[in-house]
């Protein structure tokens, strides 16, 4: 069964909202059970299970606050999707291991979300601009 790319973005927009609202409940409900979940990068590495995915989620919303998520661009295929997106915040923790000291911070995102036939999602990979990050939080320690 096919799923729609309204059904897609409605998928992928619940799952923002989540994440907007620091809630690590509703955004693991966006997932299947057996999520593939993969943040390029990461020392965990790809992790399978929402379970498995929960402590990225916990360490982001203790790092990252404020967020809001403005896409970009959406390429659709039968069961997937790349969005680009720009995310805007605070940095009240560590995000990637350095001190963000409450500044501001924005970066660029790339996710590829793959779904299961009642749609949730079934993969997650994600790819961070992380010179951004780098960039922006080095400089607030000048």
């Known amino acids: 069964m096919a799923i729609t790319r309204e059904e897609m973005d409605r998928k992928i927009d619940e799952h923002f909202g989540f994440e907007a609202r620091d809630d690590v409940e509703g955004v693991l409900a966006t997932l299947t059970d057996d999520v593939e979940h993969d943040v390029v990068g990461s020392p965990r590495g790809p992790t399978r299970g929402r379970e498995a995915a929960r402590?990225?989620?916990?360490?982001?919303?203790?790092?990252?606050?404020?967020?809001?998520?403005?896409?970009?661009?959406?390429?659709?295929?039968?069961?997937?999707?790349?969005?680009?997106?720009?995310?805007?915040?605070?940095?009240?923790?560590?995000?990637?291991?350095?001190?963000?000291?409450?500044?501001?911070?924005?970066?660029?995102?790339?996710?590829?979300?793959?779904?299961?036939?009642?749609?949730?999602?079934?993969?997650?990979?994600?790819?961070?601009?992380?010179?951004?990050v780098f960039r922006q939080l080095q400089d607030a320690h000048r």
């Open 55 to 132: 402590p990225f989620y916990e360490s982001m919303f203790a790092d990252l606050s404020e967020s809001t998520v403005e896409g970009r661009k959406r390429l659709y295929g039968a069961d997937f999707v790349v969005d680009e997106s720009l995310w805007k915040g605070r940095a009240p923790g560590k995000p990637f291991g350095i001190d963000g000291r409450n500044r501001p911070l924005e970066f660029r995102l790339l996710h590829i979300f793959e779904f299961a036939d009642n749609g949730d999602i079934k993969r997650e990979n994600v790819w961070i601009d992380l010179g951004a």
